[in-house]
Nanobody
């Protein structure tokens, strides 16, 4: 059974950094886009960053551009989110997801949570001011 497992969350002061990792098991996702989303209390899940199947196309929410980077290693079935210059408003549960559209490079498809069919359990990121 395929599953995604995130790690790397925690408590950090504003201006600090965290690196989230997502490991996929049970099947390969190398032909599919992967993404990171987040959900703060009382808010809907929102797109943070996405990466195409070969890693050549990367997309970011405006709120994290210039601060976050996304990468993937298809040989290891992993995707990572490097978060720098963290702000209190980045506080949320972060979810890794696998998109179901084969070899998509479309921003609209990669940023849409409805186009994802596998999700991790989430990892909490808390940024203190």
């Amino acid at each position: 059974q395929a599953q995604l497992v995130e790690s790397g969350g925690g408590l950090v002061q504003a201006g600090g950094s965290l690196r989230l990792s997502c490991v996929a098991s049970g099947r390969t996702f190398s032909g599919f886009p992967m993404g990171w989303f987040r959900q703060a209390p009382g808010k809907e899940r929102e797109f943070v960053a996405g990466i195409s199947w070969r890693g050549l196309s990367k997309y970011f929410a405006d709120s994290v551009k210039g601060r976050f980077t996304i990468s993937r290693d298809n040989a290891k079935n992993t995707v990572a989110l490097q978060m720098n210059s963290l702000k209190p408003e980045d506080t949320a549960v972060y979810y890794c997801g696998a998109n179901y559209i084969y070899q998509s490079t479309s921003y609209y498809e990669i940023s849409d949570p409805d186009k994802y069919d596998y999700w991790g359990q989430g990892t909490q990121v808390t940024v203190s001011s």
